[in-house]
């Protein structure tokens, strides 16, 4: 590639004038010019000007083995030589899907053991839902067809994405959602708590929410719930322990499928392969993506319970349903040598006994107490801080959402890429992430935090 005989106003001026970016104001965009970012190598990524960034996301929620592993480009090359592409329609398949098959229905929970593939986590929703709808078509209730969400959830940005998701800007530039999908409310105990109300207490009435909605539809009208077993871009919400247990006991009661979307919480993010197994329950479907193949390639796998894969394969006939690019040879190459690596490097248990507990009392210790922080939460390697204006009233800097750009945009400057979500900081490093690399994301958040009050105690 040759980018480097561009400079960095030439190809912000090319990228302003030819690439739509994905969840972004153009204008804002070129008033103030793209971050190039060039490189990236083990936790740190490198923009034009070669500032270095420890990258507190992950990319965007995906590069779990961090950057730099040749081990990956050489196992994309490889296939790539032997064969780059070939479908897995008609009756055919390539070595690579079916070996990642069998890899990911053995470190998926014990009732899941079949995979339909994609290059998204949309994609897979857009799979997910269209099963779950066919499922209960196929059992002889094609009226049993509603999806229960959540309000805040993301499930991506496809026109089934965005209507299972439950974030507003999204819905209304939809004009006309995917019908038959209801939101009820999230598991946010920070905000949505009574007074007086304990965790355990605010986990049941949220989950009692998920019933009052099949009640009031009618369980035979009610195919599935879907949640993100820890809402990743709507907050890092992580709901009370009491929460799955009883949204799970509630799914069983009225037979409604529970899927889990687990495109941010898989392959070891919260110290388990799959958050499922962290919130000890079982589900129908399971979307995942994005750590598969730690952002190296695009590609997602719905694992598919064993309920609704063997109706299919029973009574199904031909699934109407496909992509190109489902089972991609270089992309399930890549995915295998990932997936090999995070259990070579116990990345997962390191997660769950080590850098997972040691994140957490780090952003206690050392964050928690700044009075712009109103509370810090994180399970595995997944952290929020919550920016408040008064930790006691937890009241927020207007503009909504104004003061979390301000810490982030010190961060940067400080050598820490972070991201804000309203008025939340969320963290989701790189699961190779040391007790060193955590002190040295507190050392700069901390930085930033006291430049961030001092702009917002003069403004
Ligand atoms: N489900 C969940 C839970 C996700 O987080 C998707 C589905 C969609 O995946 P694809 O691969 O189609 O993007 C996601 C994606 C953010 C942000 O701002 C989060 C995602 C994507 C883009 C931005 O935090 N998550």
Redesign the pocket.
């Known amino acids: 590639m040759t980018y480097q005989n561009y400079s960095l106003k030439q190809l912000q001026q090319i990228d302003a004038a030819h690439h739509l970016h994905p ?1 972004t104001d153009h204008k804002e965009l070129r008033d103030a010019g793209s971050r190039v970012i060039t490189h990236a190598n083990g936790p740190f990524i490198y923009d034009s000007e070669g500032a270095e960034l420890l990258d507190g996301m992950a990319g ?2 995906c590069v779990n083995i961090g950057y730099g592993r040749d081990e990956l480009a050489e196992a994309a090359y490889a296939q790539m030589k032997e064969l780059p592409y070939y479908n897995s329609f008609f009756k055919c398949s390539t070595p690579t899907p079916v070996l990642l098959s069998k890899k990911l229905a053995e470190i998926a929970p014990r009732n899941v053991n079949q995979v339909f593939y994609g290059s ?3 994609e897979a ?1 857009d799979t997910a839902l269209r099963l779950v709808r066919h499922y209960w078509a196929l059992e002889g209730k094609p009226e049993k067809n509603r999806v229960i969400s959540r309000k805040m959830a ?4 496809t026109i089934a ?1 965005t209507s299972l998701g439950g974030m507003d800007a999204m819905h209304k530039q939809l004009n006309g959602a995917v019908p038959n999908i209801v939101h009820v409310m999230m598991p946010y105990a920070y905000e949505l708590a009574l007074p007086g109300e304990s965790d355990h207490d605010f986990g049941l009435r949220a989950a009692k929410s998920v019933e009052d909605a099949i009640i009031e539809a009618g369980a035979d009208k009610v195919a599935a719930f879907i949640g ?1 077993p820890v809402m ?2 709507g907050g890092v919400k992580i709901p009370p322990a009491s929460y799955w247990p009883e949204v799970q006991r509630i799914c069983r009661k009225y037979d409604v499928l529970l899927m889990l ?1 687990e ?2 919480t898989g392959y070891g993010r919260t110290g388990e392969w799959f958050a499922a197994q962290t919130f000890g329950i079982e589900a129908d479907t399971i ?1 995942t ?2 750590a598969l193949t730690s952002g190296y390639q695009p590609l ?1 796998a719905l694992l598919v319970g064993d309920r609704i894969a063997s109706t299919l394969v029973e009574k199904g006939g031909e699934f109407n349903h496909g992509y190109t690019y489902s089972g991609h040879p270089v992309a399930c190459a890549v995915a295998l040598k990932n997936l090999e690596i995070i259990e070579r490097e116990g990345l997962v248990d390191r997660v769950r006994n080590d850098t997972g507990p040691y994140f957490a009392k780090a952003l206690q210790e050392r964050i928690a107490g700044h009075d712009l922080v109103g509370e810090v939460r994180s399970i595995g390697l997944m952290g929020a801080i919550e920016i408040v204006k008064d930790k006691a009233t937890k009241e927020r800097f207007l503009p909504s959402g104004s003061a979390a750009v301000t810490v982030r945009d010190h961060a940067i400057a400080n050598g820490m890429m972070l ?1 804000a ?1 309203g008025d939340t900081m969320i963290l989701s490093p790189p699961l190779i992430w040391t007790r060193d690399t955590i002190d040295m994301a507190c050392e700069r958040i901390g930085k930033a935090l006291d430049l961030a009050r001092a702009d917002l105690r003069k403004r």
């Open positions: 969840f965007l929620w998204s986590g949309s929703n993301y499930h991506g940005s994405g993100e990743g871009a979307d495109v941010i979307t993506a994005k997602s991201r979500t």
